[in-house]
């Protein structure tokens, strides 16, 4: 069988690694390469952010969460590392829904102001440049391609269509349910931070990596600009800083901005053509792409099977 993959982003190179090595041939085309998607923007700390419905997102976080932790422990040059931190809130809450698939949630207590409540758990911190280079790397050991195509609209000449468009979906699948959230990180030198830490209040989050720190964030809905807007920046550091007082004087590397493809649900569904051949919709992972992708990628591969 004959499969495209439309998108290069972190859904659809996961797909793709997924279906090629269960013997599949397997294309992926895309207007933008790996390393220019927003995947490659995230600071892609595992947490369900942004997508629904959470029955569902529960169940390909769990799925990614086990897959996550056995490439940190099998393959040290994926970029992925298991890491403690904590996420803090400024008011009571329940346990997240998400809250018995980690290991080691637990409670905290002696909060610093403001925050009043707060819980740490270990999670994968995933080095996206270097994740998403060891994923092509893979696809192609397992005979798949990947092709710079822009597309008009979605192909009809395979087997098997997979759209892991994200914000694509709307032109290309006239989905105009999708919608974009804007993400602006700033990148800074690694000052010695092990621990990431979240502001439950707010897009407000502090991920270390092996050489800098991606500090965010903004959830500016139905906001298209990519351009990096100095003002938000300081007001980014001014929020981390005050979480994470390390962080004073860290020198900046760099600026981003990321769309993130938000949708009410996630779109995972297959759907036949008029013309005999199949399309699967893989899309609307919001800010959970990462934390979803080998979840999703698993049931797009068990929906190919049994067809």
């Given at each position: 069988?004959?499969?495209?993959?439309?998108?290069?982003?972190?859904?659809?190179?996961?797909?793709?690694?997924?279906?090629?090595?269960?013997?599949?041939?397997?294309?992926?085309?895309?207007?933008?390469?790996?390393?220019?998607?927003?995947?490659?923007?995230?600071?892609?700390?595992?947490?369900?952010?942004?997508?629904?419905?959470?029955?569902?997102?529960?169940?390909?976080?769990?799925?990614?969460?086990?897959?996550?932790?056995?490439?940190?422990?099998?393959?040290?040059?994926?970029?992925?590392?298991v890491?403690?931190?904590?996420?803090?809130?400024?008011?009571?809450?329940?346990?997240?829904f998400?809250?018995?698939?980690?290991?080691?949630?637990?409670?905290?207590?002696?909060?610093?102001?403001?925050?009043?409540?707060?819980?740490?758990?270990?999670?994968?911190?995933?080095?996206?440049?270097?994740?998403?280079?060891?994923?092509?790397?893979?696809?192609?050991?397992?005979?798949?391609?990947?092709?710079?195509?822009?597309?008009?609209?979605?192909?009809?000449?395979?087997?098997?269509?997979i759209?892991?468009?994200?914000?694509?979906?709307?032109?290309?699948?006239?989905?105009?349910?999708?919608?974009?959230?804007?993400?602006?990180?700033v990148?800074?030198?690694q000052?010695g931070?092990?621990?990431?830490?979240?502001?439950?209040?707010?897009?407000?989050?502090?991920?270390?990596?092996?050489?800098?720190?991606?500090?965010?964030?903004?959830?500016?809905?139905?906001?298209?600009?990519?351009?990096?807007?100095?003002?938000?920046?300081?007001?980014?550091?001014?929020?981390?800083?005050?979480?994470?007082?390390?962080?004073?004087?860290?020198?900046?590397?760099?600026?981003?901005v990321?769309?993130?493809?938000?949708?009410?649900?996630v779109?995972l569904?297959?759907?036949?053509?008029?013309?005999?051949?199949r399309?699967?919709?893989?899309?609307?992972?919001?800010?959970?792409?990462?934390?979803?992708?080998?979840?999703?990628?698993?049931?797009?591969?068990?929906?190919?099977?049994?067809?």
């Amino acid at each position: 069988m004959r499969i495209l993959v439309v998108g290069a982003g972190v859904i659809g190179l996961t797909t793709a690694v997924c279906l090629a090595e269960a013997g599949y041939e397997v294309h992926v085309v895309a207007r933008d390469l790996p390393l220019e998607t927003t995947s490659s923007v995230a600071a892609a700390l595992w947490y369900p952010y942004l997508a629904n419905p959470p029955e569902r997102v529960l169940g390909w976080a769990a799925s990614s969460l086990r897959v996550f932790s056995q490439i940190a422990r099998e393959c040290p040059r994926a970029g992925v590392k298991v890491v403690e931190g904590s996420e803090l809130l400024r008011q009571p809450s329940a346990d997240p829904f998400w809250a018995s698939t980690v290991k080691s949630f637990t409670r905290l207590d002696d909060l610093p102001s403001p925050y009043v409540d707060g819980w740490s758990f270990e999670a994968p911190i995933i080095e996206m440049p270097v994740y998403l280079t060891w994923l092509l790397e893979r696809l192609e050991a397992a005979h798949g391609t990947l092709t710079r195509m822009a597309l008009s609209a979605l192909p009809d000449r395979a087997d098997l269509v997979i759209s892991c468009t994200g914000l694509g979906a709307r032109r290309l699948g006239l989905d105009t349910s999708v919608k974009p959230i804007r993400g602006q990180v700033v990148r800074l030198a690694q000052v010695g931070l092990r621990r990431w830490s979240l502001d439950g209040a707010g897009p407000t989050y502090v991920v270390p990596r092996e050489s800098d720190i991606v500090v965010g964030g903004t959830d500016d809905e139905n906001d298209w600009s990519t351009r990096p807007e100095p003002s938000i920046a300081a007001d980014i550091m001014r929020r981390a800083t005050a979480m994470v007082p390390e962080l004073a004087g860290a020198r900046v590397l760099g600026h981003r901005v990321g769309l993130r493809p938000v949708r009410p649900t996630v779109r995972l569904e297959s759907e036949q053509l008029s013309d005999g051949g199949r399309l699967i919709h893989c899309y609307g992972h919001g800010g959970s792409g990462v934390t979803l992708s080998w979840g999703c990628a698993a049931e797009v591969l068990a929906q190919v099977e049994q067809a």
